[in-house]
């Protein structure tokens, strides 16, 4: 692991917890115990006995529930382990608007768009708000637990929306590439029609040629029946006459 990056968040200062051959247990008690030690050497009239112990109990309750709300970060430098730990340390008006400057900084220091999806944007606003968080719960930490539910809820509809989001550009892709694939099959199916198209007008040239050439042949064919019966019955007619100039002069008495 590498040390985390700066964030938004306020961090104590990191402390060294073990090598990594010793890492026995996770964040327990030594993550709260030891960044408190600094904070506890300066020298403060010792109050009554009983307020200081519930108002350790209810400091140590606050920092429990900050640092479930808020868990340490850890990182490896070659064989240690690092923790840090959210700030518990009380916020003024002057952290407010620092923290605000620091928003207005980051974004333009990391270029976030100012509208549309931004997830430059999305991370910072996201680590304002979780500053936020850990200094109302400093002061209330059942505000701090109504916020966390906030966070929460908005990071799930931020997912349900991202997941929504992925399904519909999935379904539009896989209805691009099944439009895609059809207009292949189609473009396929219209050149085989425009093939089949071809050899249906070549067919239908092919008969009319055809049947041109019958039409001409059996003209040809007609008027030559036409004119052997027109000169069959022209023979016949002249065969008929000459009979009948016969016929006649054998019936006609000789003077």
Same mark, same amino acid.
């Given at each position: 692991?590498?040390?985390?990056?700066?964030?938004?968040? /306020? &961090?104590?200062?990191?402390?060294?917890?073990?090598?990594? %051959?010793?890492?026995?247990?996770?964040?327990?008690?030594? !993550?709260?115990?030891?960044?408190?030690?600094?904070?506890?050497?300066?020298?403060?009239?010792?109050?009554?006995?009983?307020?200081?112990? %519930?108002?350790?109990?209810?400091?140590?309750?606050?920092?429990?529930?900050?640092?479930?709300?808020?868990?340490?970060?850890?990182?490896?430098?070659?064989?240690?382990?690092?923790?840090?730990?959210?700030?518990?340390?009380?916020?003024?008006? @002057?952290?407010?608007?620092?923290?605000?400057?620091? !928003?207005?900084?980051?974004?333009?220091?990391?270029?976030?768009?100012?509208?549309?999806?931004?997830?430059?944007?999305?991370?910072? &606003?996201?680590?304002?708000f979780d500053e936020l968080i850990r200094q109302v719960?400093?002061?209330?930490?059942?505000?701090?637990?109504?916020?966390?539910?906030?966070?929460?809820?908005?990071?799930? @509809?931020?997912?349900?929306?991202?997941?929504? &989001?992925?399904?519909?550009?999935?379904?539009?892709?896989?209805?691009?590439?099944?439009?895609?694939?059809?207009?292949?099959?189609?473009?396929?199916?219209?050149?085989?029609?425009?093939?089949?198209?071809?050899?249906?007008?070549?067919?239908?040239?092919?008969? /009319?040629?055809?049947?041109?050439?019958?039409?001409?042949?059996?003209?040809?064919?007609?008027?030559?029946?036409? /004119?052997?019966?027109?000169?069959?019955?022209?023979?016949?007619?002249?065969?008929?006459?000459?009979? /009948? @100039?016969?016929?006649?002069?054998?019936?006609?008495?000789?003077?």
């Amino acid at each position: 692991m590498i040390p985390p990056a700066e964030s938004l968040l /306020k &961090y104590e200062n990191p402390v060294l917890i073990s090598k990594s %051959t010793d890492r026995k247990s996770p964040k327990g008690r030594p !993550l709260r115990v030891s960044p408190q030690q600094p904070a506890n050497s300066t020298p403060v009239p010792p109050p009554p006995k009983l307020k200081s112990a %519930t108002t350790d109990a209810t400091k140590q309750e606050n920092e429990e529930i900050l640092n479930a709300i808020l868990p340490p970060r850890e990182w490896m430098e070659g064989n240690q382990l690092w923790v840090q730990q959210v700030s518990s340390a009380p916020c003024t008006r @002057t952290d407010v608007i620092h923290l605000e400057e620091q !928003l207005d900084i980051k974004l333009q220091q990391r270029q976030a768009r100012e509208t549309g999806i931004c997830p430059v944007r999305r991370e910072l &606003y996201s680590q304002c708000f979780d500053e936020l968080i850990r200094q109302v719960t400093i002061n209330c930490a059942e505000r701090g637990l109504l916020l966390l539910r906030v966070r929460d809820e908005i990071q799930m @509809t931020i997912a349900a929306y991202q997941t929504l &989001y992925e399904s519909s550009v999935a379904f539009g892709m896989r209805k691009a590439l099944q439009a895609e694939q059809g207009k292949a099959d189609m473009e396929k199916r219209i050149s085989d029609q425009e093939d089949e198209k071809q050899d249906l007008m070549k067919q239908l040239n092919e008969q /009319k040629a055809k049947c041109d050439a019958i039409e001409k042949r059996e003209n040809e064919r007609r008027q030559v029946e036409e /004119k052997k019966h027109t000169e069959e019955i022209q023979f016949l007619k002249r065969t008929n006459q000459q009979l /009948k @100039t016969q016929l006649e002069g054998i019936i006609t008495p000789k003077k």
